[in-house]
């Protein structure tokens, strides 16, 4: 009944709307939620980088693998604040999306006729690269196709070489950046506030048999949330 729906009635340009602005809502909620996850592992990673130098300024026979582990930690952090960049920039596109296409369909409900836009085409192929959306963008791709905001369907989702691109170049300088805004005058503040990181730094031994395992932990909840 549908298909024969679909033969003889266009359509419903309110019930289109409707539906690509659910998506783009279910999208925007997708991007918060993995921002939200990725603060709390930001946090956590700062504790990690503050355990480890106070263990080496307690114990100076680890100082050496203590500042390697600081290094290992900051890796991780730089990563993290990348990818936290990245979601922000693609929420802020995605809203940008909202914006045009509801001002699209305002523009066809009064003159009758809608003209495909290159400015939202661009914004949604950009979009629908990125592993944590493609899914549902794609979705949405197809729904302003068929509205004719859009002409074209998108290609396959960035590797990860894409996304995290020049990250190499500047690796050593962003580590080095992250350390420094750390550990500079924030070991005294931890102190005062007497953060659960003072209480792990108390069991080096068990720190140390930790490590792989929380790295491993970390890199698994980045990569979650590319999927």
């Known amino acids: 009944m549908e298909s024969l729906k679909a033969v003889f009635w ?17 999208n ?3 991007l918060d939620r993995d921002m939200s996850q990725l ?22 026979s680890q100082a050496k693998q203590a500042a390697a582990e600081t290094r290992t930690f900051a890796r991780e952090l730089v990563r993290i604040r990348k990818q936290s960049s990245r979601l922000a920039t693609s ?35 950009s979009l629908v690269r990125l592993p944590e959306l493609m899914g549902t963008m794609r979705e949405l791709s197809q729904e302003l196709v068929k509205a004719g905001i859009i002409e074209e369907m998108v290609g396959d989702s960035l590797p990860d070489d894409q996304l995290l691109e020049g990250e190499d170049d500047e690796a ?8 420094g805004e750390i550990l500079e005058g924030k070991l ?13 730094a108390a069991e080096p031994e ?8 929380t790295l491993a932990q ?3 909840r980045l990569e979650a949330l590319k999927s």
């Open 91 to 125: 929420k802020a596109q995605l809203q940008s999306v909202q914006m045009q296409v509801n001002e699209a369909f305002s523009v066809r409900k009064i003159e009758g006729s809608l003209k495909a836009s290159t400015g939202i085409m661009k914004a949604v192929n």
């Open 206 to 213: 068990e720190d140390l048999e930790d490590q792989e395992t």
């Open 172 to 179: 050593e300088a962003e580590v080095d950046k992250v350390l």
């Open 10 to 26: 266009k359509p419903d340009p309110a019930a289109q709307m409707r539906k690509c602005n659910a998506l783009i809502r279910a």
């Open 188 to 200: 005294a503040k931890a102190k005062v506030a007497d953060l659960p990181v003072q209480e792990e």
């Open 218 to 220: 970390m890199r698994g």
């Open 28 to 30: 925007t909620r997708k």
């Open 39 to 60: 603060k709390l592992l930001e946090q956590k990673t700062k504790q990690y980088i503050l355990q480890s130098s106070k263990r080496g300024q307690k114990q100076p």
